[in-house]
């Protein structure tokens, strides 16, 4: 009944990107900033298969989004990377002994949509490593470069999978093709 | 032998704090703490922003209910700015305010609280959790988890976004509500009010499972306060702020133009011991003046509702509990039944014919040079006090947020759970789950109090006479 519901109310898109972050803290809102950019750059043949959140942090609501979705791709920032490197890997589900509060994660989103709404999207995250996580609106410049090609990235993946094509967006190229050949 | 069992930090609320239990030599409870451990101080370095901005940075204190600090801080712009605000912005602000309150409320009672009263204060804490709610009670889930979505999709189709709407601003809001936003709304609300009506019928199967915690968890006489419209009735908004004693006598009201005064009955107490301060009634002085704010406080402040369903329930509660119930145990009711009315008031709102108008601002430059907002968030009271220059920038600025005036009910109760449940012989999961428990009645936001940040593992303590630690519990 549920799940019918959901996908009455929620327009069914094929991806959702969720970028999050805090946008006063520098690096910290390379999540957002990877939404922002996908925001100005998708075309709208392709903007209609894709939904684009932006948000301060992961909230357990956030399964009902995630459960109509066949793919979702969480943007994150990283202390534990180096600043300007990107890294994409697939969701662990987290659940068991998890104290869920008021901050999720991945892992926990995605578990909560399987078992509440029985959805099995494919999941991946993607983090971008900071530089500062400083009081500032501004991105460092290694970072706004990694956003802008991780934004390339998941823009070239989102096309592929519109045209029906296997793409797995954990294999980074060096250097990702520009907008107009894709 | 004297001991301390300090739990640090304490699980499933919002924000960074330890629980520290004193034991004397014969091992029982003398004393217990509830330490806030965090600190960032909003109130220093918003000194110097131009008063415009005060709602947008305020709204910063808390990632999880920034609607609240924004209403709080758009009132005391209002008061600087000497302005009515258009009574479509009231409106449209009040609904924002409510679908605030409906989804920081469903998040308390279901996934913060709810595992506790379903599988028991000594339930395997493997399966007391939200996953073990959601296989075993998925329905109950499921209405909390689109519960909340309700709530925060008001927000973002009011607000533009869910987190940090900037729609809030000095003088109204900035935008008016389409037509279509307003039908998408009113088109979840029979879906929204078959969730909590769910979650009622459940909660009354549940509820008298816990006389135990019903009678130890923070049960002892205090005042209440909580604002009143006009009529008596319960208030979100803007209204007066009423307190009354423990029989729900009235015994001070600061009326709606009286608040730049609120400093003649709340006073503000520090301890060593925690960052978020002690706020008491003034004219019993410290720590006499104990009083609780929030969704109970309200309840028994107002003389009811003002919503038919809302005011049904109210009528079972008060004929299970009477007019003033003094168990903190009973916030969970009050949270239920709170969560029953902003859905429906939020419908009457939406159904007024001029919530479409455009006109929504009222525009000024500052006419004072102090202004104070106070507003409910879903915690309790939230009062904003600010002093500009002439050039209309911050030189002052005070906030007392909801879980401040909790702060002593909250320490008094930790104490009272703790003196009942725990046996510093036998420490148990459940012994300690059930200080905690006290604590989540409140549904304390310490990122707000404090205005810090962050997430709650859960430490505890034991520690001997001479204050050396024998034993230590922890959780991340």
């Known amino acids: 009944m549920y799940c019918n519901e959901i996908n009455a109310t929620i327009p069914p898109v094929e991806t959702l990107v969720i970028g999050y972050g805090n946008t006063l803290r520098a690096d910290d809102g390379a999540g957002p900033a990877v939404i922002e950019k996908l925001t100005s750059i998708l075309p709208r043949r392709l903007a209609q298969k894709v939904q684009l959140l932006s948000c301060g942090q992961l909230t357990p609501e956030l399964a009902v989004d995630i459960a109509p979705c066949q793919r979702i791709i969480f943007i994150d920032a990283s202390m534990a990377l180096p600043a300007g490197s990107i890294s994409i890997n697939p969701v662990q589900e987290e659940c068991g002994a998890v104290l869920m509060g008021h901050y999720s994660t991945p892992g926990t989103v995605l578990a909560m949509a399987r078992s509440a709404f029985g959805a099995h999207p494919h999941a991946w995250v993607a983090a971008i490593g900071c530089q500062s996580v400083e009081i500032s609106d501004k991105l460092t410049p290694r970072v706004a470069t990694a956003v802008d090609r991780l934004a390339r990235h998941v823009y070239h993946a989102i096309a592929r999978w519109s045209k029906g094509q296997t793409f797995l967006p954990e294999m980074l190229p060096n250097s990702e093709p520009a907008l107009k050949a894709i | ?476």
């Open chain 2, 1 to 476: 032998m004297t001991r301390t069992i300090t739990i640090d930090g304490v699980t499933r609320i919002e924000g960074h704090a330890k629980i520290t239990i004193h034991l004397d030599e014969s091992g029982k409870v003398c004393d217990a703490q509830f330490h806030v451990t965090q600190f960032r101080g909003f109130e220093k370095f918003v000194e110097g922003r131009p008063l415009t901005e005060m709602p947008g940075i305020m709204a910063r204190i808390c990632g999880i209910c920034p609607v609240s600090h924004l209403m709080a801080a758009a009132k005391a712009c209002d008061d600087i700015l000497a302005v009515d605000i258009p009574p479509t912005a009231d409106k449209l602000r009040r609904i924002m305010n409510l679908a605030q309150m409906v989804q920081s409320h469903a998040l308390s009672f279901f996934h913060l609280s709810s595992p506790d009263l379903l599988f028991g204060m000594d339930g395997d804490p493997l399966r007391r959790n939200i996953f073990g709610l959601i296989r075993e009670h998925p329905d109950f889930a499921r209405d909390g988890i689109l519960l909340r979505k309700f709530g925060q999709d008001v927000i973002a189709l009011l607000g533009g976004k869910k987190i940090h709407p900037a729609w809030v601003v000095p003088g109204g809001v900035n935008a008016p509500l389409t037509e279509d936003k307003r039908d998408a709304i009113l088109k979840e609300i029979p879906a929204a009010m078959a969730r909590v009506n769910r979650a009622l019928d459940y909660f009354h199967q549940v509820e008298n499972r816990y006389p135990a915690e019903v009678d130890a968890f923070a049960n002892f006489p205090t005042h209440f306060a909580g604002l009143v419209n006009p009529e008596g009735l319960l208030e979100h908004y803007d209204g007066a702020m009423k307190f009354v004693d423990h029989q729900g006598f009235p015994i001070a009201e600061l009326g709606r133009n009286d608040q730049r005064h609120y400093g003649a009955l709340i006073g503000e107490a520090v301890e060593k011991y925690s960052y978020l301060k002690f706020p008491y009634f003034k004219p019993q002085g410290y720590p006499a003046g104990i009083y609780r704010v929030g969704p109970l406080a309200r309840l028994i402040v107002a003389e009811r509702c003002g919503t038919v369903n809302a005011d049904k329930e109210l009528g079972v509660f008060r004929t299970r509990l009477g007019r003033a119930p003094q168990s903190s145990f009973h916030y969970h009711w009050a949270r239920l039944i709170e969560i029953l009315y902003g859905i429906e008031m939020i419908q009457r709102l939406l159904q007024f014919p001029d919530i479409l108008n455009t006109h929504i601002r009222s525009r000024a430059r500052p006419n004072r040079l102090e202004g104070v907002g106070i507003s409910e968030a879903p915690r309790g009271t939230l009062i904003h006090h600010y002093k500009i220059d002439e050039n209309g920038l911050i030189r002052w600025a005070n906030l007392i947020i909801a879980t401040g005036h909790n702060n002593l009910a909250m320490n008094l109760g930790v104490r009272q759970v703790a003196e009942r449940f725990v046996d510093a012989e036998h420490l148990s999961e459940g012994m300690l789950n059930r200080v905690e428990a006290v604590i989540r009645c409140f549904d304390p936001c310490l990122s707000c109090s404090t205005h810090a940040l962050g997430q709650m593992p859960l430490r505890i303590e034991l520690c001997r006479a001479d204050g050396e630690v024998c034993d230590v519990l922890q959780r991340d």
